[in-house]
């Protein structure tokens, strides 16, 4: 097999990883700032894994580049793709569960 990871990311671990993060905000107009800023670094952080991709890929084409290089950085930007959404499911079916609740 190939030497790329396999990433397991546990909801207690997400959280950890967020703590480490954040800035000390105490207030919720903090938290929600720096979870703002954390999302949009992780958006910009996958677009330019994607980016990174399609150069690394356009290299080979051209004849230039390592195919082990292309191979993991499309496998990278695939992992990060795979995570946005997943994330985007999660949030549209909170956002629907919420909805949901009785008042």
Do not use: H, W
Not at 25 to 37: K, R, V
Not at 49 to 78: H, L
């Amino acid at each position: 097999m190939s030497g790329i990871p396999t990433i397991t990311v546990t909801p207690a671990a997400a959280a950890d990883a967020y703590s480490r993060t954040a800035a000390g905000g105490t207030g919720t107009a903090a938290a929600s700032a720096d979870f703002g800023a954390t999302l949009q670094s992780a958006l910009g952080d996958a677009v330019a894994t994607g980016q990174d991709a399609e150069s690394k890929a356009m290299q080979a084409i051209q004849g230039g580049g390592n195919i082990t290089e292309v191979v993991t950085a499309i496998s990278r930007a695939q992992l990060a793709l795979q995570s946005a959404t997943a994330i985007r499911d999660r949030v549209v079916q909170a956002y629907q569960d919420i909805i949901k609740m009785p008042i």
